[in-house]
């Protein structure tokens, strides 16, 4: 069983920066392909970013693509997403999810298992 627990969320201005850090416990972390998701007002939930199992592969949506930095420590069973320059769209609960199922995805191969999401709200 994977379970997973997101933290970093918060109330920010436009431009700032947040992380937020998502907690695995999983007996296989480093055979888990990662991804963040989110779901603003409203809207239907959306891949945010992707990561293979050794961390050296990434993926983005346009939407953050040089914005955001998504990242996984093995050692320490954890996935990361470095948010920088936020904006108002950016306003959404956002997910960490895993998958065994392929080696990295953005949700074209479904993942599995899902966190319960943390708040980032962007706002003047």
């Known amino acids: 069983q994977v379970q997973l627990a997101e933290s970093g969320g918060g109330s920010v201005q436009p431009g700032a920066s947040l992380r937020l850090s998502c907690a695995v416990s999983?007996?296989?972390?480093?055979?888990?392909?990662l991804g963040w998701f989110r779901r603003a007002p409203g809207r239907e939930r959306e891949f945010v970013a992707a990561?293979?199992?050794?961390?050296?592969?990434?993926f983005y949506a346009d939407s953050v693509k040089g914005r955001f930095t998504i990242s996984r420590d093995n050692s320490r069973d954890r996935l990361f997403l470095q948010m920088d320059s936020l904006k108002p769209d950016d306003t959404a609960v956002y997910y960490c999810?895993?998958?065994?199922?392929?080696?990295?995805?953005?949700?074209?191969?479904?993942?599995?298992?899902w966190g319960q999401g943390t708040q980032v709200i962007v706002s003047s």
């Open positions: 999810a895993a998958t065994s199922q392929a080696t990295m995805t953005d949700g074209t191969v479904p993942y599995d298992y």
């Open positions: 990561v293979s199992w050794t961390g050296r592969s990434t």
């Open positions: 999983a007996s296989n972390f480093g055979t888990l392909a």
